[in-house]
């Protein structure tokens, strides 16, 4: 199993979310939060959470 890690852009791209609201929505605990590499501030996510919670939420958004 490969995993692929996004960064802020490619997340961006992905959910059709804007930066603000991806970092509004982790401090409000409705987003997936990022991964931080090291003690840099290179920060990333795990495609398939991503995923998850898109399939997640399209449930909520169709239901």
Do not use: H
């Amino acid at each position: 199993m490969n995993l692929r890690f996004l960064r802020i852009g490619q997340v961006v791209a992905k959910t059709r979310l804007s930066k603000r609201t991806i970092y509004r929505w982790i401090n409000q605990g409705r987003f997936p939060e990022q991964i931080n590499y090291g003690n840099s501030r290179i920060v990333f996510w795990c495609e398939k959470t991503i995923d998850e919670w898109m399939a997640e939420n399209m449930k909520i958004v169709n239901a």
